[in-house]
């Protein structure tokens, strides 16, 4: 009896030991499975190879994922690849504001728009602010080149007047902040004080005219609640002259009055002085082109849509001789005044080449907060000829910059003749 209990006891125990060695086994091959799988996913040849087809990968779950080997010709899409395997299956957490500013900041600084920026909520906030006072209160009037930021005129009797800032001067940094470009938003934003409160700012002047040697200064500015007399006029010699500062708002009806007291006064021929005109409303070029073309194309627009184009609107108020004064600050909307001008035999344009920034930026709000800016639309000359890069060269050349004025006044006086 002794040796049937040990016998069967002893066949219990085998019988335990085969069931554990099974499960073992079992659990083996399940690991040996998922590992494989994990070998093998994505790799379609040896997948084939094997008898099996791709694995299908859940979109919903995980927007813009896709099977090892495919890929999308969409950033967001491998972004959106990207942030699906964090939010599936990462461990750790990611701040989406700084994620967000980093991952625009690359994408932006791989693109050829040399105007394109990201501006972060609390960023885009201070520039809606600024906007409303482009002289910033310091009395200058600031233009863009390629993204970099430049003095393009000085008003006169301004804090930056008597501090001797120059047409030309570049910002280095602003109350010890610096940066390798400012762009125009960027120096706005930064320039924003109340009346009365101060400025450091230090500059750059380019001493060649490469701009490969240059000098820098600093100035403590305070701030002026002053407005600026965006346009003026004067007559010399039977020679009306017309002098912008900005392209504003009210810029065409202004002129409009400055050809008729300037006509009251013994004008017989004009001088428009575009120098250092940062460029401002289209709408108020058109107009004022308007003031001395009777009818045809003023300016051509090329957009991702195709190419518009705005004409006079048969309002001209002269048909005097017209001399049109430019430099090679003579920027963006200003250009498009000058080349119609000339383009249509309507002016003859003295001085030097003018900037060449014959582009449009917007600033495009983001649904999650912030700004964009981009290059939206370039100008083209009645002719369709690109202004961006180019600019308009003068008929006749006047370098001198002290004796431009008394060039143009010249050629008017002749076309009296």
Not at 297 to 308: F, L, P, S
Request: net charge negative.
């Amino acid at each position: 009896m002794d040796t049937f209990k040990q016998t069967a006891k002893a066949a219990s125990k085998n019988k335990h030991n085969a069931s554990i060695v099974k499960i073992l086994g079992a659990c083996i091959f399940v690991c040996l499975v998922f590992c494989a799988g994990f070998l093998v996913r994505g790799n379609t040849e040896l997948l084939s190879a094997m008898g099996l087809s791709s694995f299908d990968v859940d979109s919903e779950v995980n927007p813009g994922m896709t099977v090892s080997g495919d890929t999308y010709n969409s950033l967001s899409a491998r972004v959106a690849e990207v942030d699906g395997v964090l939010t599936q299956n990462g461990m750790d957490e990611y701040d989406l504001s700084q994620a967000t500013s980093n991952v625009l900041s690359a994408f932006l600084s791989s693109s050829n728009d040399p105007y394109l920026r990201y501006y972060d909520e609390q960023s885009y906030q201070a520039y809606l602010a600024t906007t409303k006072n482009p002289e910033a209160g310091i009395g200058v009037l600031f233009g863009e080149s390629d993204g970099d930021c430049f003095v393009a005129d000085v008003l006169e009797s301004s804090p930056a007047a008597a501090a001797g800032v120059q047409p030309g001067d570049h910002v280095v940094s602003i109350d010890g902040v610096s940066k390798d470009a400012w762009s125009a938003p960027d120096v706005l934003n930064a320039l924003s004080r109340e009346e009365g409160e101060s400025v450091f700012i230090i500059w750059s002047r380019p001493s060649s005219e490469s701009g490969e040697d240059e000098t820098t200064y600093s100035t403590s500015l305070t701030f002026s609640s002053d407005s600026a007399v965006n346009v003026t006029h004067e007559v010399q010699d039977s020679v009306g002259i017309i002098k912008l500062s900005q392209i504003t708002s009210d810029s065409a009806s202004l002129v409009s009055n400055a050809l008729s007291v300037s006509a009251s006064e013994g004008a017989h021929s004009y001088v428009l002085d575009l120098r250092d005109v940062p460029g401002g409303y289209l709408t108020q070029a058109v107009d004022i082109a308007s003031l001395f073309i009777q009818s045809g194309e003023v300016v051509q627009i090329e957009t991702a849509e195709g190419v518009t184009t705005r004409s006079a609107d048969g309002s001209s108020v002269t048909t005097a001789p017209l001399v049109v004064l430019v430099n090679g600050r003579t920027s963006g909307c200003a250009e498009v005044l000058a080349a119609a001008l000339q383009e249509t035999g309507r002016a003859t344009v003295v001085g030097t080449t003018t900037l060449g920034k014959g582009s449009v930026q917007i600033m495009q709000p983001l649904s999650f907060g912030g700004a964009l800016r981009y290059t939206a639309a370039y100008y083209l000359t009645p002719n369709g000829r690109q202004l961006d890069g180019n600019g308009v060269s003068p008929d006749i050349e006047a370098n001198n910059a002290n004796t431009q004025e008394s060039v143009a006044i010249d050629v008017a006086r002749s076309l009296n003749n």
